[in-house]
């Protein structure tokens, strides 16, 4: 197949970009005039794939993108990902995320209407939710960046550096990255997942301050958690407080597509504190 992939150089985009040449389809990506450190990730594929500079923000680079990749296929995986930089500067998430993704649909509709279009979406759509109804989720397994809570902790963790844990009692539900690739794909296959909205997870409920414990034993942490306090300099929601329970259900995907996680929380926690072990040595 040919298959476009927005977001190409970051977290999952470059993961799935590397699942999707080993089995063999043609893939084009889509990026800003880049350096070379934001191509680093997919560096080792770089020759095997076709590059095609653009900005999600611009109608008619999209528009071209779509014309000269003549996908069958199209993961939007491009977007400012950061929650916590959105409350004090909303207006580039806007552009990237709602009009990139507005901007990619109607290029799709007007170039290449048979195009299957597959599109990532933040949980952060559903709002605050009672602590017993399961919905969103959290993805780890990135070895670029320390800023996401599962990488902050095991980053601060090797270090023996002090840990900030904002909202220890809050619950999330942590999916390693290979098993959010894994879901793309198996709906990217499925004929049944046309035209619909899944949510992907592990099921794996737990507190921050309980995922900072297990860190602490995988990492031999012998440092200082700090509990109820933000690290220094963070950005604070507009709420007083964190979401309580951010926890989805994988009831749907798994019955109508078939996917399922591969990796327990313990299993992926332990290749993500390889991950940075290796970086940081």
Sequence with gaps: MNVLVTGITGFIGSILATKLVEQGDDVYGLVRHSSERELKRIEKIVPK???IEGDLVRFHSVLSAVETSDPNVVFHLGALTPVRLS???PYPYIGINFDG?????HSIVKQSPNTRLIAASTAEVYGWQP??????INSYGRVWERGFYTEYLIS????????YIGAPDSIRDYMFAEDHVDAYLDVARSEKAIGEVYNVSPGN???NVELAKKLSGLTGFKGKLV?????PGYPQRPQSQDPAYLVLDNTRISREVGWHPRYSLDEGLKQAVELWSRKIN
């Design 205 to 207: 409920p737990v507190t």
């Design 131 to 136: 602590a017993d109804r399961a919905i969103p």
């Design 49 to 51: 794939i076709h590059l």
């Design 227 to 231: 509990l109820g306090t933000y690290p």
């Design 87 to 89: 409350f004090d500067d």
């Design 101 to 105: 993704t507005v901007n990619l649909v």
């Design 156 to 163: 601060k963790m090797l270090m023996g550096e002090t840990c």
